[in-house]
């Protein structure tokens, strides 16, 4: 049970971080500068990626999994709100 939460919530943060890794080597490769909004908009979509994720948990009965996805979602999206909006 907390094994499952632990690995849901690893899978969770480790989603979106791949996601924004991949953005800056496609940046990277192309010799462009990336800019704070391109970084913020990437981790929205690595949220929704996790939306994603978390619904499929759910479709497979996979709850407490689930529920590791949506704290490190929570997490993900304080940080979003710390360092974009306020």
């Known amino acids: 049970m907390k094994k499952e939460i ?7 943060i480790l989603l979106p971080f791949l996601f924004v890794a ?4 496609i940046f990277y490769l192309f010799e462009k500068r990336i800019t704070d909004q ?8 690595g949220l929704g990626l996790n939306a994603l994720l978390l619904r499929r ?10 529920r590791g996805v949506m704290i490190s979602s929570f ?3 304080f940080i979003w709100l710390y360092k974009y909006v306020l």
Do not use: N, P, W
């Open 38 to 45: 391109v970084v913020g908009s990437g981790l929205l979509f």
């Open 22 to 25: 991949f953005l800056y080597l």
């Open 57 to 66: 948990c759910f479709k497979r009965d996979q709850d407490f999994m689930a």
């Open 75 to 77: 997490i993900y999206f």
């Open 6 to 12: 632990i690995k849901g919530t690893l899978f969770g």
